[in-house]
């Protein structure tokens, strides 16, 4: 059992400011103690989970109609895991790697938890990938077998597979569609004895979403991954009267981890879409009493727009949680007002199991809208100077350093990678340029590799976002570093239009224009539909570049 209290059932459990309220002078929030750290894995908190929560709801499948829902308890679903964990092992040997590729269904979340009852390592693939991808994947991680969802979207996921197998020279044990997962679960031979799993092995390679190119395998341990979902739960105050509309990619951690594994200590209910729709998740808050939900900022915006258009007694839902992007103040104004629920913002990485920083459910939508929070309990974090490393005072921007139980073994086998990620002290370099201030809440000011340089005179884009994300013709905004013959660079902002607007370049050029600096004003203007974005909402900058370099925005300039 986990060497730390759980709420009981009906309570809420909450996490309060450190009890000395630190103030600071320089940008470095120590590790806060206020809850305790436990020694638990994927596998030890399903099991958990089942014997202090037997009967209760763990997991509804979200794409059946109201009142005939697939449901499974906890029991049920610890079950069901452990004959996914008996086939497995019928196969492979404990600490083998399996890849899942499939999109968000129960059945991902019962290979998942049976894979860590197995003491396999699981290796998450975006379902979206394709052939060329997934090999890559495959081949990268040493996948000793491949578990797919059938289709996705259309593609035969079977067949591709197969392809990608082919091309990446993997031979595997097995290889199984989640469509056929109940006859995988009963073709174990016989009783095969799982193994004991300490909580410092790896658990999964979640590879990161590419935001900057070729993916990377962040190796994260059972106990990083189990004790940064309950921090996530409890900040938020999950517990088991929650009933979580689980929509986050179930391969990335905020899926995965976040809701699988903070639903295992905490006795919610996953409510599981297999995609968003918003005006399907405002009729699930509805129909199945959501308590709390995840959506990114252009998901926030689509569900009030549809609300507005058609109300729904959304009277049941507490909390809602966003991060991935800036979510603009008027967004959290709104939110709080119109579906009565209270918003938290988090930031996180891939690398960090993913949660580094968090709101708090009473932070003002000032707090919500400008920062993202601070650091959540037993995790450092530092504001340094990017070339000297020296920390910085407080309201200094510099570079984001992170250190504790959060942060990854490693990139597999990519150990110069590593070593250019996380220093000998233990500290992971984020990317991430923020500014801290005295109550240790920090401030995004952009990416190191974002930095646009315009004859010699740095330019952090986040600034210049900020700025047109109060303008109510645009819905999101990424700008973007132009290659120019004379400046070396030239200032582009990317728009997509709010419902209904038709923002024009000269407009917007002079609202940036009365706010900030002539050398900080965008030159260039493009609207499109949507900008490229991992599927956690991180915006992909490096394919506008790409396609500025190509020639292929001009067509979009406005």
Not at 145 to 159: I, Q
Not at 299 to 317: E, V
């Amino acid at each position: 059992m986990p060497n730390v209290r759980q709420a009981e059932h009906g309570e809420r459990a909450r996490v309060s400011r450190p009890a000395n309220d630190l103030r600071l002078a320089e940008s470095h929030w120590p590790a806060t103690t206020e809850v305790a750290l436990a020694d638990t894995t994927c596998g030890s908190v399903l099991r958990d989970a089942a014997a202090r929560w037997p009967a209760h709801c763990a997991l509804i499948d979200a794409d059946g109609a109201p009142g005939q829902r697939r449901r499974w308890t906890y029991a049920e679903l610890e079950q069901a895991a452990a004959h996914v964990a008996q086939a497995v092992l019928a196969r492979l040997a404990p600490g083998s790697h399996v890849a899942l590729w499939a999109g968000n269904r129960p059945e991902w979340v019962i290979v998942q938890l049976g894979l860590a009852l197995a003491g396999m390592v699981l290796v998450t693939v975006n379902p979206a990938l394709g052939a060329r991808e997934l090999a890559y994947v495959l081949s990268q991680s040493r996948a000793r077998a491949l578990v797919h969802g059938g289709r996705y979207r259309g593609a035969d996921m079977e067949r591709v597979a197969a392809q990608a197998l082919d091309e990446a020279g993997v031979s595997p044990a097995f290889v199984v569609s989640l469509d056929d997962l109940d006859a995988f679960q009963t073709s174990a031979p016989g009783e095969v004895p799982l193994p004991v799993v300490v909580p410092g092995e790896p658990a999964m390679i979640q590879y990161t979403s590419g935001t900057t190119g070729q993916p990377k395998g962040a190796l994260l341990n059972h106990y990083s991954i189990t004790n940064n979902a309950r921090m996530m739960a409890l900040i938020k105050g999950l517990d088991a009267r929650t009933v979580n509309l689980a929509v986050a990619p179930l391969f990335h951690t905020a899926g995965c981890v976040a809701n699988v594994l903070g639903a295992m200590q905490t006795g919610m209910s996953l409510l599981l879409p297999s995609s968003f729709d918003a005006e399907s998740m405002l009729d699930l808050v509805e129909q199945e009493r959501v308590t709390y939900t995840f959506a990114v900022p252009t998901m926030l915006i689509a569900m009030l727009d549809a609300q507005a258009a058609r109300p729904r007694d959304l009277s049941s839902l507490e909390t809602v949680f966003s991060g991935a992007a800036t979510v603009p103040v008027e967004v959290v104004r709104r939110v709080e007002a119109e579906f009565g629920a209270r918003l938290i913002i988090g930031y996180g990485q891939t690398e960090t199991s993913p949660a580094i920083t968090h709101t708090r459910l009473d932070d003002d939508a000032v707090d919500k809208s400008e920062t993202i929070g601070r650091a959540i309990p037993q995790v450092e974090i530092k504001i340094v100077d990017p070339a000297s490393g020296v920390t910085l005072p407080v309201d200094t921007p510099g570079e984001l350093l992170t250190r504790g139980f959060l942060v990854m073994m490693g990139y597999y086998d990519m150990p110069e990678a590593t070593a250019a990620t996380i220093d000998a002290d233990g500290w992971l370099r984020t990317g991430d340029l923020c500014a801290m201030d005295a109550r240790g809440y920090c401030r995004i000011t952009g990416r190191l590799k974002d930095l646009i340089i315009r004859g010699g005179e740095n330019i952090y884009p986040r600034e210049i976002e900020e700025v047109l994300y109060a303008h109510p013709d645009v819905a999101e905004v990424a700008v973007i570093g132009i290659p120019d013959d004379y400046w070396g660079e030239t200032v582009g902002a990317v728009v997509t239009p709010a419902p209904g607007a038709q923002p024009h370049g000269d407009a917007l050029r002079a609202w940036v224009a009365a706010a900030l600096a002539r050398h900080k004003v965008p030159q260039h203007w493009f609207a499109l539909d949507a900008i490229p974005a991992t599927a956690s909402g991180k915006l992909q900058k490096f394919r506008l570049v790409d396609m500025a370099r190509a020639g292929e925005l001009e067509a979009h300039r406005i």
